[in-house]
């Protein structure tokens, strides 16, 4: 079954040949008989322009061939060439052929132009479809965005209200144990100064472990409290870490003392952050250099900083008895010990200090380390622009 605009089309087609085929052979009929002085051939210069009209890209191509070879053709059967040699007539043909031609070179550049210009519109309609379903796309995806903006607003309220509660349940809940904690500490030290004399090896070796198990309970209560505290105070201000940290080791002076350790440090640069916080950071780090340094060694630690274009990135280095690879991210998590409190004293919160302190400065930090070859603990903080 015929589709009724091809169909259309070939009719429309057939009508412009024959109208293109009508003036030709009018042209050439007339040119055969009209004095040879008058150019009529230069009258086929209607039929190249009417091709312009004629579908496909050969059809001028094809007329311009036609016309020529009617010219010709006329001025053969004419016998013009021949019988008026002499006679400025005979230029005819050859000026009915220029006109012919450079008539079929307007249609063809123009034909061309037209063409491109059409080519260029497909292009532009093509690519006006495909940015159009960009833009259905982005608005889509924009709209999805949105949603997930209005959730997470939400889901950041709920967070903030649950951080809020969490807090103050902390707060109650470390105020209300350390009470017992106190009166067993009381009891405990009243015990002791009134019947310890009383008691034998084993009774004085249990109330040690009594006293020593609630000042260990209450320093985990009232770290964890003040783990919990951390981040309230957002004021930032310019901190000098070579202060800082020189600052530190002087307090740390009876430790170094009795460790004969050494903490080398220079050319520590400003940050932006908030002082205590950092101190807290930088002191931990130092103190766990100290603490876990290996029999036999004195304890060396290293604090050095290097300046990128955004960040600086610090790292705390020490020969201690380091850390095996599996245990990295475990030992930044709260209360997570890898040895035992006889072994090495501690509450298993100052690394998660650390890990907090250094979030909240929107930086991150990270360990490497080997057993027996020490430790180096890296972390990021803003750098000064």
């Not at 053969?76 to 005979?90: A, F, M, P, T």
């Not at 709920?158 to 109650?172: C, M, P, V």
Request: aromatic share 10%.
């Amino acid at each position: 079954m015929f589709s009724i605009r091809p169909y259309g089309m070939f009719i429309q087609t057939a009508i412009l040949v024959f109208m293109a085929s009508f003036i030709a052979g009018v042209v050439y009929l007339i040119d055969l008989n009209t004095d040879s002085t008058v150019a009529v051939a230069s009258m086929h210069a209607i039929v190249i322009l009417y091709s312009w009209l004629i579908p496909g890209k050969y059809a001028s191509v094809f007329t311009a061939v036609i016309c020529s070879f009617l010219t010709i053709s006329a001025v053969i059967e004419s016998k013009e060439i021949v019988g008026n040699q002499s006679d400025l007539s005979n230029l005819n043909m050859v000026i009915s052929l220029v006109v012919i031609w450079t008539c079929f070179t307007l249609v063809f550049i123009a034909r061309s132009g037209f063409f491109s210009l059409e080519r260029t519109n497909d292009q532009l309609s093509e690519s006006s479809s495909a940015l159009l379903e960009k833009v259905k796309e982005l608005d889509l995806k924009q709209q999805l965005l949105s949603d997930h903006k209005i959730q997470l607003e939400n889901l950041n309220k709920e967070l903030l209200e649950k951080n809020r509660e969490l807090e103050r349940f902390t707060s109650i809940t470390s105020h209300d144990l350390q009470e017992p904690l106190r009166t067993i500490g009381n009891m405990a030290h009243l015990i002791s100064k009134k019947y310890y004399s009383n008691f034998d090896d084993q009774g004085k070796k249990m109330l040690g472990y009594v006293t020593s198990s609630t000042n260990r309970m209450s320093a985990l209560i009232k770290g964890l409290l003040d783990f919990s505290r951390l981040g309230n105070k957002r004021d930032y201000e310019l901190v000098d870490c070579q202060e800082l940290v020189g600052t530190i080791v002087q307090d740390l002076d009876a430790a170094l003392a009795a460790s004969k350790g050494r903490v080398i440090f220079k050319e520590l640069p400003l940050v932006k952050g908030n002082p205590l916080e950092l101190r807290i950071l930088f002191q931990n780090l130092i103190s766990n250099g100290l603490k876990f340094s290996k029999a036999g060694v004195f304890p060396i630690i290293e604090v050095s900083a290097k300046v990128g274009k955004r960040r600086v990135t610090f790292c705390v280095k020490d020969n201690g008895i380091g850390i095996a690879e599996a245990d990295y991210d475990k030992i930044f998590l709260i209360f997570q010990r890898l040895h035992n409190v006889e072994e090495f004293e501690g509450t298993g919160l100052g690394l998660a200090y650390c890990r907090k302190i250094v979030e909240l400065h929107g930086g991150k930090i990270w360990v490497k380390s080997k057993k027996e070859e020490g430790s180096s603990f890296y972390f990021t903080l803003a750098k000064i622009l």
